[in-house]
Each structure stands twice: as C-alpha cells, then as structure tokens.
C-alpha cells in the first residue's frame, strides 16, 4: 500500500470536488475523506468529500488502485487521481451536486488511514455519544451542515450591522466584578491571588463604545455559572450585542434588530436551502414588521386563546413563549414575536423604564434589549435603589459623567438562533464545544 | 436651559453629519457631542461630531440659542436644529470634510450635560492616565482612529479568510487543561470545585474542525498567565486562528497568510489614509512575496549587516526582529518577513518537524505557524518524548485516529498588528480594555 505523503507523489495541481463538472474527461487529482466506501467484489465505490462537496468514484477491475481500494477505511483522508466521467443517463442523480459525473480511479494514496470507527458516523447518536466524540462526530453531515449555517448567521450579522454603520470592537471576557450585578459569574484566579471573574455581557462596554462611535458591536463569549441543566442552557455562549446612541427610545434598537434578522434570514435561504430542508425546516418567516406585544397584552392573548390562566405576570414562562409564537405565527405570519414592558425590577439595574423587550423566535427568546439609564444622578439613584454601590461602578460611571446620549442596544445569542433555524431539541447540539455543568470536552467527575 | 428628551422635541429626521453636504440651504437635525466650543462673546461656535463625522456649527447673536450655547460643556451630548450654509470662499478648508459648510444653529437641546472634564480630551495623556480614564479617553480622536482602524482590521481578515473558503467556528475560552503544555495559564473555578483553565489558544480546535470543514478559522480571545510586564504583552489577546487541511507542507499555510495580510493593508489603505496620516505611518509594504529566511540564514544576515553576534541561536530576540525586518525594508521593500525553520524542540509539541514559521511585522512577530503532526502514532511519541501524557489528550487524538489530512495553520495577535499598523510603542493603546499583571479596567491593588 502507497502510504506516501502528497507533496512527494505528485505535481498535479488538486481540484476541488465541487469544481469537477468543468473537467469532464481530464486527467484529475482529489483529496478528500472516504465517506462510504462499497467494495463489489470486483469494482469498489467511494463516496469522497472534501470542504467543497462529494463525488461518486470507481476503481474498475483491472485498476492498478483494486488492491489499495481494498484496505481503505472510511474516514480515512486520501488524495487520488482519475478521470471524470460523464454518468450514463440512467445513473444520473439530477438534483444532487456532482450527481452527472463519476471519477474513475486511476491512482490512490492514503494520506493518513483511519482507524476502525467506534460507531457509523451517519447513525442517529444520543447526544452524550454525539459530544464525548466531538472530534469525530463533527464530521457528520448533520453537524457539517449545523455549523456552516452557524458561521452564515454570524456573517450575516456582523454584516448587516456593518451596512447600518455599526463599528466591530473586541470586550474583554476577564473582568474585575459581576457587571450584571445579578447573574452567576466564574471566579478566575488573577495575578496576586486576587478574584477576577469572567464576564457575564459585554454590556458596560459596548455602553462605553457608543461615546466613541456612536453605534458598535461586538461578539463576544459570556459565562454563566448557574446551575442550569436546561436543553437550552450553556455555561460559555457566544453572544452577538450591538449598542447605538442618540435614540428615541427602545423602538430604536427594535427597528436595528429587525433588520438584522431579516437580513440574517435571507442570507441563510439563499445560501443553505439545502441545509434547511435537511432538518425539515422551514425559512423562518420573518415580515416587514414583527407582532409586538407588551407583556401583558401577550399574557392577556395566551390566557385566551390557550385558555389558560397565567401563574407568573412578571415574565414570561417557556411555555408562554411557545404559545404566543404559536397563535402570532398563525395570526401574522411570523416566526418572530417582540415583547415590551416587561417591570422593570425584572430586568437589568441598567434599564430605562418601560423600554425593555425581548425578541421571542420560534418559542424560545433569543436576544434581550432595551434603552438604558444615560443620565449619571438617575443612575446613581438606580444603583442605591438597587442595593449596589456606585463606588464599585466608578470605570463604568464616567461614561455616564461626560455626556452619554440617550442609547440602548441588544444581545442575540448565536447558539440560541442557530437552534431554532433548525429546529434543534438541545442547544448543546448548535455549539461546537459545548461547556456546561457536567461537561468541558469530556464528561466531568463529580 | 431646555433639557429635554430627544423624541419629545422635534418631529424632524436626524441628518448624519456626513451627509450635511446634500443639506445646503436646508434646515437640519442633527445629534452628537460638543468636541469643542469657542465662545467669541457674541457669537459662539461648536465643533460637533457624531459617528459619522464633524461640523463646523455658529450661533449667531440673535439667535435664541445663544443662552444655551453659551451653557454648555465640552463633550456634552446634544441635538441641534439649524440651516445648513456654503462658507464664505476665504473661510472654506478644502482638505477637511464638511470644510465647505457649516450650520447655522437655529435650536439646541442638551440631552445629557458632561460634567468638567478632568483634563483636555485631545492632549498627549500618559498611558495610566489614558487607561484608568477609558470610558472618557475613547473618545479622542486617536483612539478613535485605532479602534476604527482594528475594525477595519478584523473584517478584512475575516473576510479574505472566508473568500478563501474558510468557515467560522467559534473555541471555547474555558478549557480543561493547558493544551500548549507549557504557556502559563488562568485557573478557573468551574463546578463542583472543579479546577478549569481559560484557553491560551483555540489550536486543538481548530484542528478539529479542519476534519469537518477542512479549512476553518476563529477569532478567538485567548489568556496568558505570563508575568510579563513588556509593551508587547497582554493577558488577555484576540487571536485569529486559521487552519487548513490537505497541505503539502507549511509553505501552503504561508501563501494563505500572505494573501490574507495583503487584502487587510489594501483595505486599510483604501479606507484610512486619513488615519495612517495622523499617526504619521506609512502604508505597510507588502509585495507578492514576503522575503523569507530561515532562522539560520537571518541570524547570519543580521550578524554580518549589523556587525553583532548572536548570542541565541534557537530563537530570534526582540533586537533580531527589528534588524531583519529594517535589512528586509531595504533589500526588498517590504515591512513583512518570514523566518522559518525555528528548532522544533522551541515549538509547540504539535509542530511538523522543520515545518514552522513566524511573520515579523516592522520588528514585531504578529503570526506564529506551523504544520502539524497529523499522524496518530507519530503524535503519541512526540507527547511522550516531551513527557505528556497521551491519556490526557484523548479528546484531542480522536482527530488523529480517524483520518486527520496533513494540516496547518497560523495565529495572528489582533492587537499587535494594529499596534505595528500605526507605529504605537504600546499594545495597550491598541487594546480597547487592556488587562494586565496590574490592570483589569482599574489597577489592581497589590
């Protein structure tokens, strides 16, 4: 067996799979993964991808390549020589890339041959399986295809609010105290032994960046160390925030946010069809305006139609989100549901009275906003009100101290978009490397 | 004074300062904050920038906002009604923009007073004094124009990386061991009294991902315990991390890097002649190859050009860097220098064999890389030849068991580049929140 390493086997130059249709009939070098290999006794099939796509191969019975073909494991990462060959018109598989041609073998070299697969990667895994294998599993398709609409989301973001003049900045994720005042945070061991903690938002610093360009964002990771074990909870998430100055109110950063999200949308229709109707799910239907609702206009309308009575009027339950999405998804047509008004007490120290809202996506609230306190005497009164001790916000306060306009912004969290987009049960399975109360990496010990 | 809310003022559409030049003869609402105020007795004129740009403003003296105007402090955040005018021929700076016109202020509305400023925003300040005020100093022009300029900085990267095909992921920050085996490293109280560690690099990752999507990239923030005290050093660094398979050695990692650094100066170029020109810097030079030695063959051109001896032959010094990089200036007119071939034993326990290499960037390293050892076997000998323990980077291996292509990669510091980009003597004024052995917003105590 040739176990050669590329750069001394060949001068041809590679090309990548999904260019194979415009070289019908030429002599072609490929690298790629074996997907599936189908020995027939004679003939052996493959099914070879690269991070461009996959094409069908045929080592015929008198190929030099029979012997080599024979030992190949799938998985096992390849580089090979062959000529493209138009299918015969009964093979053709019309609706699949590459679905016209065949790569006949000429020449295989095993660049690094895998060892047995603990399990088939296409198989359905339980989701333990599917994260104690992250370097293996996510090779599936099903993962392949989640993290490239993942990385579209985040483009499409960044660069709808680029278009809406939005400056990128990078928040630190180490910090000196809790910002939210609220939420639990990671202690991390600083220099000195003294506590630092990982950031819980970039929050005080995309408040900050509005000073200097007015409108900014960042994307950045927060860490929450509550005891959560929810499907829909993380300890370490990406978390998308824009912050704008000179606004009216929180209708603002509404109106910003819905343009992000329809912008998002229509890139990932465009792009991932595909991918969406891998999962069976639909383009998110995302219309000139979303359904508004206060708070308790929305419990008001679930109460009724759900014929419910609602415990919790402070906030919205999960299953409240569920049904609200539910009935305004098939009164307007909308996979997206604002809610304002939330009490105030509710929310974040740093919140403008009656300007908050959350953007609720297919049941599950997937970014939190709102206008914030600008004015340096109401903040000081707020923090008190608040039991929090200005002395301790002073770095976040001369924003306030020096002619803060009036702004307010929103956070989106990626993992939470990306599992709605696909209709996904757990969050775990829209993150990569996912950390949580049992988890980094590996299961933890307890 | 009239202190009122922006959205109950005026009905008016806010006009960006840029686009005051399609407003002549118009009356116009702007916002934004006071960056100077002359007050010449009976007339008092404003300079007021917002995100987008600057004006020249002019209260007139019978004008009712001249009680107002003359109230109002430095970097006061407000909103202003006024007729956009031509200057006069002799008053107009060509060079400037909006130097053609200024608004005559018909109405002015405070919408937050600053307070007296500790000192003159745009005069030299000292790096502490620079940092301890960061909320107030991000203002000035100059930080402005960093801050913009890392943007600008960052989408370029992203999006050269991504034209050529690679996609997103986002790395974990918290991690369950030091993956570097050697870089100091953050503890973390994770659950359960766990001990967890912030990531001194996204490198097993996107390793990882290389197998899904086999070119990906991540910008990552990554923490160094290092007691470093220089002003090249941060605790807390945005990385961006590229990796690629399919390689033929790490020479197919340095064309991409090169492309990559060649489309961020192009766009830098384009989009910042203004603040290149503040900061007195140059457009870098960089040709269609950057001269690339090993680091024998550097030592040597140093040794010879600059009459030194060597003292460490096994790395180059900071004295090295700025020697080659000022010899290649010359010889070849580029700010950018390869050095390869560094002793593996000097490298990371993943690296190829002479297959490593750093980009020097006006005397600076900005980008370390390498390929990597792909083999599974090979890889267990290495971690056992530098006393690791291959149990303990079982995760990881699961990527070298299944069929792991010959792979590279490169790293690039966010903030060093900027800060060479601009000629800064230190990172931290390319650092929006710097954190330090002695500073996590404010200074630490000791």
Chains 1, 2 share one sequence.
């Not at 032994?193 to 007015?214: C, G, H, R, W």
């Not at 309308?301 to 609602?310: G, V």
């Not at 919140?351 to 600008?374: A, K, M, P, V």
Request: with cysteine; hydrophobic share 35%; glycine share 4%.
């Amino acid at each position: 067996m040739v176990l050669s390493f590329l750069s001394n086997s060949t001068s041809m130059q590679r090309t990548y799979i999904k260019d194979l249709g415009s070289k019908i009939g030429s002599e072609t070098l490929i690298c790629g993964w074996v997907s599936v290999r189908r020995d027939q006794g004679k003939m052996v099939f493959f099914d070879i991808r690269d991070g461009s796509g996959s094409v069908q191969c045929i080592v015929l019975p008198d190929s030099q390549a029979i012997l080599v073909a024979k030992e190949i494991s799938t998985e096992s990462a390849v580089s090979i020589e062959g000529i493209v060959n138009k299918r015969p018109e009964k093979n053709i598989q019309a609706e699949k890339a590459n679905g016209d041609l065949e790569l006949q073998i000429v020449k295989i070299e095993v660049l690094n041959m895998a060892q047995t697969l603990p399990f088939e990667l296409e198989s359905e895994l339980n989701l333990d399986t599917l994260l104690d294998h992250r370097p293996l599993t996510l090779r599936n398709e099903r993962s392949r295809n989640i993290f490239r609409l993942q990385a579209t989301i985040a483009e499409a973001y960044r660069n709808s609010l680029q278009k809406q003049g939005f400056v990128e900045f990078q928040a630190p994720a180490i910090v000196g105290g809790d910002a939210e005042g609220g939420a639990a945070a990671f202690k991390v061991n600083y220099y000195y032994d003294q506590t630092a903690y990982l950031a819980t938002s970039p929050q005080f610093y995309k408040e900050i960046m509005v000073n200097a360009f007015e409108r900014s964002f960042t994307f950045a990771k927060i860490f929450r160390a509550e005891k959560h074990a929810t499907p829909r909870h993380l300890s370490e998430l990406t978390q998308m925030d824009f912050e704008m100055g000179f606004i009216k109110d929180h209708r603002d950063v509404m109106k910003i946010l819905h343009d992000v999200i329809v912008d998002v949308v229509k890139e990932v229709a465009e792009r991932h069809a595909d991918i969406l109707k891998y999962f069976s799910a639909e383009i998110p239907q995302a219309p000139e305006e979303f359904p508004t609702f206060t708070l308790a206009e929305a419990q008001e309308i679930i109460s009724k139609e759900f014929n419910r009575t609602i415990e919790d009027t402070s906030d919205m339950s999960p299953e409240d989100e569920r049904q609200i999405c539910e009935w305004a998804k098939k009164k307007y047509g909308s996979d997206f549901v604002f809610i304002t008004d939330y009490p105030v007490e509710k929310r974040a120290f740093y919140t403008y009275q009656n300007r908050s809202f959350d953007l609720i996506f297919r049941g599950l609230e997937i970014n939190s906003g709102s206008q914030r306190i600008h004015d340096y005497n109401e903040m000081i009164e707020k923090m008190k009100s608040r039991g929090l001790d200005p002395e301790k916000f002073s770095y976040y306060l001369q924003a306030h101290k020096y002619g803060f306009p009036p702004h307010g912004g929103s956070s989106t969290g990626l993992e939470r978009i990306t599992m709605k987009m696909l209709n996904l049960e757990n969050i775990r399975e829209a993150t990569a490397f996912p950390r949580d109360m049992n988890r980094i990496d590996t299961r933890l010990s307890e």
